[in-house]
């Protein structure tokens, strides 16, 4: 018998009903369409309004709802519930217990993975652990952000970023060699002070001052980030490819955290991929943090063959990076 692999079997996705174009932001902060567009390839992104719904596990759940009406599977039949996010509903109340009992797991045991945009890429890894021990069959994977939650929509340089979306993907036992094939993933705590949000953890409890100081939203500075991402995305990616000997005729599909174009366009240049292999979304959803990478696969699967070589990249606030190479389980 062959080595168990931990492969992808099925996939959901959710984006809120409300768009926010770039024309709306104009109204809103100094900024317009022509500007967005070329440096970030953003032009719309979805945001959660309350009459819709409230908080990250809803965006959770309606990404596992299409996942088990897809895959048609019992929920009770999953194991363990791994919500990737950067916004959980509460800092104290797993947000993954919730959805788990809300979608009807009630024999999985829940936990929240927080590594900023990277949580999801994280999280591929540690359902794939669970996996290979032997133990677990069905692990669900949930990447999903209410990143209108915590963005200031005065700060024209993270306002034009962000929009609200989630996927979900589950991960089963593969004796065909299918599946998570490596992974290459890093972190740099120095980099907390380029991006993140100063109040609402331990470090910087709630009080009145850090309210009316603004100090719950995020802050980044932009052209730090932008060089740390560019550089770091593209040198994973390209490690990954070295590490198993793939060159760009190898490679399916690269599958990049929707951050910005520009960021997207210089890894699958190092890469040496042409746009027709590379996914992207971030002209309709811009960057929805976790859940960028689930909701590439569910807007591309109908693409996707059995075998297909896919190298995801990503990068977040931390800083935390990294890659994971996989191969396609299903058509």
């Not at 993140?196 to 995020?218: C, F, Q, W």
């Not at 689930?294 to 070589?309: F, H, I, N």
Request: aromatic content about 10%.
């Amino acid at each position: 018998m062959g080595k168990t692999t931990a492969a992808i079997t099925a996939v959901g996705g959710y984006v809120p009903e409300f768009v926010l174009t770039n024309k709306m932001l104009e109204e809103m902060v100094d900024t317009n369409d022509d500007w967005i567009v070329s440096r970030t390839g953003i032009r719309e992104r979805r945001i959660l309004k309350p009459e819709e719904g409230e908080g990250t596990s809803y965006l959770g759940i309606k990404a596992a709802e299409d996942l088990i009406r897809k895959k048609n599977i019992d929920p009770k039949e999953i194991d363990l519930v791994i919500v990737a996010t950067a916004t959980p509903d509460s800092m104290v109340a797993s947000t993954a217990a919730y959805i788990a009992s809300e979608i009807g797991a009630d024999n999985a045991f829940a936990y929240d993975l927080l590594a900023a945009c990277s949580s999801f890429l994280f999280g591929m890894s540690s359902a794939a652990s669970y996996i290979q021990s032997g133990k677990y069959k069905k692990v669900l994977l949930v990447g999903a952000d209410k990143m209108s939650s915590i963005i200031d929509y005065t700060d024209r340089t993270t306002c034009i970023i962000f929009g609200d979306g989630a996927g979900a993907v589950l991960f089963e036992p593969n004796d065909e060699g299918l599946g998570l094939q490596d992974e290459y993933l890093r972190a740099d705590g120095s980099g907390r002070q380029y991006l993140g949000m100063d109040a609402g953890g331990s470090l910087m409890p709630a009080t009145e001052e850090t309210v009316k100081n603004r100090k719950h939203y995020i802050y980044q500075d932009g052209k730090t980030v932008f060089k740390f991402a560019v550089s770091n995305m593209a040198d994973v990616a390209e490690r990954i490819m070295q590490q198993n000997n793939l060159d760009h005729n190898d490679v399916s599909w690269l599958v990049p955290h929707q951050a910005n174009k520009r960021i997207i366009d210089a890894t699958a240049n190092r890469m040496g991929l042409d746009n027709s292999k590379v996914m992207m979304n971030i002209q309709r959803y811009g960057n929805t943090t976790s859940g960028t990478l689930p909701l590439l696969l569910s807007d591309y699967e109908k693409q996707l063959k059995k075998g297909d070589k896919l190298v995801f990249a990503a990068f977040g606030g931390g800083f935390t990076w990294g890659s994971v190479y996989l191969t396609w389980a299903y058509n």
